[in-house]
């Protein structure tokens, strides 16, 4: 299992943009399914978005597409989640997730993962947007 580092959070208003990087430490990030997750208080964790092994194998929560956007760089060993037009619905901490398995991946893609399709977790890193 990986151990993963977020960055990023913080506080902004509402419309706001910010950006979370993922990384791994110690390890490689390359044939990891990677994703993200939210978890607002009181509420379930949430998948966000995840993204496969390129920038355009990824796939979004209705709530946040075309807002949000996943991306990846190998070369850096890290991921990314660029949001914009952010909202007070999402505020939560938001946790990076990967795995290696190729049923991650298949679900990934379709669209259909979940939290306990991933082995490895980072402690996460909030964000409240708020006026």
């Known amino acids: 299992q990986l151990q993963l580092e977020e960055s990023g959070g913080g506080s902004v208003q509402p419309g706001e943009s910010l950006r979370l990087s993922c990384a791994p430490s110690?390890?490689?990030?390359?044939?990891?399914?990677i994703a993200w997750f939210r978890q607002a208080p009181g509420k379930e964790r949430e998948a966000v978005a995840c993204?496969?092994?390129?920038?355009?194998?990824?796939k979004y929560a209705d709530s946040v597409s075309g807002r949000f956007t996943m991306s990846r760089d190998n070369a850096k060993n890290s991921a990314y989640l660029q949001m914009t037009t952010l909202e007070p619905e999402d505020t939560a901490v938001y946790y990076c997730?990967?795995?290696?398995?190729?049923?991650?991946?298949?679900?990934?893609?379709?669209?259909?993962?979940?939290?306990?399709?991933?082995?490895?977790w980072g402690q996460g890193t909030q964000v409240t947007v708020s006026s």
């Open positions: 110690g390890s490689s990030f390359n044939y990891y399914t």
């Open positions: 993204i496969g092994d390129s920038n355009d194998r990824t």
């Open positions: 997730a990967a795995d290696r398995g190729l049923a991650t991946l298949a679900r990934c893609l379709a669209g259909a993962f979940a939290a306990q399709d991933f082995g490895s």
